[in-house]
């Protein structure tokens, strides 16, 4: 008898356990949805520098994003050039994992592989499912819409609302749902060539030229031969060339500091402001006239690898300068940290860099060294209009001053923390390295591979040897 009683009692405790975790369950549940999550705009430029005054036009930006919360003056790219750092930002993985080598259908630039692989797994697909109403509007990557890459019927993964190539951001902030957080991806053009303004900023910055200093029409003597290949000093007719590209570039980035100001605005009259993080940052830098260079990307240096990134938020405060290293494929980890995600599930290369913009939200620590790597692409006949320098080149204007080759492919250690170094290995027969210690040569003129302890290069090289082959956990813990 006293066992029956004693068995009676287990079982009703066991039903009176589980109704109270149902019911348990049930409140965090409830309660869950009852927390407002925070909405989330990402803007994204294209070829915008920072080193070389590519914000100086961004007026109102400055004023309505930078001074109310965080500029970060220590921001790269993993990569610089558009498809391939445009994957890192939406996979937030090192080119060398999304395999993404350059903006061509053969370089999985949007390809079909690209499609199967990794655009299951960007990061809007985990925001789809933390019920964030999702929309992009802009430029996606290089090949979309190619016949190819599945023409434009093609929407990835993730995205309630797709306006690749266009941007229709303010009649989604009219339609959207109020009961769920949004996330919004746009993607203006600008400045990418062919730097086309609106008809109301053709005249501006009439008087404006490229600056001068740094390493303005300087030799590229002890780089790479790709560095050493163009005239110094340069003929007028690429300083004319590329000051107008200067000029033009700052004009087009005008009609985006206006969106910026109509997004704002419009946050603001739908009183959606004071819930936003609303992240500004290019896919990566650009060059005018450094090195004897005219104008592009794709190099290793400040110039090109260097971004503006400026945030506001919920939990920031306003006019931060902050020197943390942050990097291009930290954007999506930041992104669904502030989602809610657990990012322990999500299996990415970079961290999350909301401690350091509002540690009174989260903590963690920041990354003391990190990878810049780059594959280079060349044609494989000789261009018809340069006929002297034969095949396995690209980008060869003006004046035949080539920007990139197939043997432009380096993979680069940056350090910050406990010295301001950047050490590079190229894949070519010369093996060539390049060594430059910021702290000193900002500008990166000298490189001083040979001057440097062989330890310290050691060092640098192991570092590089871990960063290349890393993935997920490990990048982010490299010793």
């Avoid at 704002?264 to 005018?288: A, M, P, R, V, W």
């Amino acid at each position: 008898m006293a066992s029956s009683r004693v068995g009676q009692w287990r079982s009703s405790a066991r039903v009176v356990s589980t109704c109270l975790l149902a019911a348990l369950l049930t409140c965090t549940l409830r309660c869950s949805e009852c927390v407002k999550l925070s909405n989330i705009i990402l803007i994204l430029t294209d070829d915008q520098d920072v080193e070389m005054g590519g914000m100086t036009p961004m007026k109102k930006t400055k004023e309505l994003i930078g001074d109310a919360g965080v500029t970060f003056s220590n921001a790269f790219t993993a990569t610089p050039l558009c498809c391939p750092s445009r994957s890192s930002i939406l996979t937030g993985k090192y080119p060398h994992n999304h395999l993404v080598r350059n903006n061509s259908i053969s370089g999985n630039c949007s390809s079909t592989a690209w499609q199967k692989e990794a655009e299951p797994f960007a990061f809007p697909v985990y925001l789809n499912k933390m019920r964030y109403q999702t929309f992009y509007g802009g430029k996606y990557l290089n090949q979309y819409g190619s016949k190819d890459a599945g023409g434009v019927g093609h929407v990835p993964p993730g995205w309630d609302q797709w306006h690749a190539l266009l941007n229709r951001s303010l009649h989604f902030l009219e339609e959207r749902s109020p009961n769920h957080p949004f996330f919004m991806m746009l993607c203006p053009p600008s400045p990418h060539s062919p730097w086309t303004a609106a008809p109301q900023y053709q005249q501006s910055f009439s008087d404006v030229k490229a600056p001068r200093d740094g390493s303005f029409n300087m030799p590229g003597k002890d780089k790479h031969w790709l560095l050493r290949q163009p005239a110094n000093p340069m003929p007028n007719s690429s300083i004319e060339y590329l000051d107008n590209a200067y000029r033009r570039r700052w004009q087009t980035l005008l009609s985006v500091d206006d969106m910026v100001e109509q997004l704002i605005k419009k946050l603001d009259s739908i009183k959606e402001l004071n819930n936003t993080y609303i992240f500004y940052t290019s896919d990566h830098g650009y060059h005018t006239g450094q090195f004897s260079l005219p104008i592009d990307k794709r190099q290793l240096y400040e110039f090109d690898i260097r971004i503006p990134l400026l945030v506001r938020g919920p939990g920031i405060k306003p006019k931060q300068a902050l020197q943390s290293p942050v990097l291009n494929i930290d954007l999506s980890m930041t992104i669904l940290d502030i989602a809610g995600v657990n990012l322990s599930t999500v299996n990415m290369d970079g961290q999350s860099f909301l401690p350091q913009m509002a540690p009174s939200l989260r903590n963690g620590t920041e990354r003391p060294f990190f990878l810049i790597e780059y594959t280079g692409e060349g044609n494989s006949s000789e261009d018809p209009s340069c006929p002297k320098l034969g095949p396995g080149l690209a980008e060869c204007f003006p004046d035949c001053v080539c920007e990139d080759a197939f043997n432009n492919t380096y993979a680069c250690v940056r350090t910050l923390k406990d010295a301001n170094l950047q050490y590079c290995e190229f894949a070519d027969n010369e093996s060539f390295v390049e060594v430059y210690n910021l702290t000193s040569d900002p500008h990166q003129l000298e490189n001083i591979v040979k001057k440097v302890d062989p330890a310290l290069l050691q060092i640098m090289n192991q570092r590089l040897i871990k960063l290349e082959s890393c993935t997920g956990d490990s990048c982010r813990n490299v010793k």
